[in-house]
Nanobody
Framework: QVQVVESGGGLVQAGGSLRLSCAAS????????IGWFRQAPGKERECVAA???????IYAGTVKGRFTISRDNAKNTVYLQMNSLKPEDTAVYYC?????????????????WGQGTQVTVSL
């Protein structure tokens, strides 16, 4: 069983930056693929980025070049550095985990989800 907890959300002006953290429990964290997803009010959940256990990364086209996903296995944590934020990035951001799998933007690939952290980008 893996538990993931997001943190780092908040209110930021357009053009600003935030760094989200996804902390996971368990001694086999290095074998887990972690994905970041987001859901805005009235919209479906969408993939933002993912990083596999082997450090392969994938990004949604809407965030490529602005967001960076990374992991620190010693701290059991995955980070999502978000730069040049836009109002349309406003959403609840979730991290999700799955063991020993390729990086994926398919939410069905992930078995463990956090509760989410709110990111609000104002004009």
């Amino acid at each position: 069983q893996v538990q993931v907890v997001e943190s780092g959300g908040g209110l930021v002006q357009a053009g600003g930056s935030l760094r989200l953290s996804c902390a996971a429990s368990g001694s086999s964290f290095s074998l887990y693929t972690i994905g970041w997803f987001r859901q805005a009010p009235g919209k479906e959940r969408e993939c933002v980025a993912a990083i596999s256990y082997s450090q392969t990364t994938i990004y949604a086209g809407t965030v490529k070049g602005r967001f960076t996903i990374s992991r620190d296995n010693a701290k059991n944590t995955v980070y999502l550095q978000m730069n040049s934020l836009k109002p349309e990035d406003t959403a609840v951001y979730y991290c999700a985990a799955n063991a020993y799998s390729a990086a994926s933007c398919n939410p069905r690939s992930y078995g463990y989800w956090g509760q989410g952290t709110q990111v609000t980008v104002s004009l």
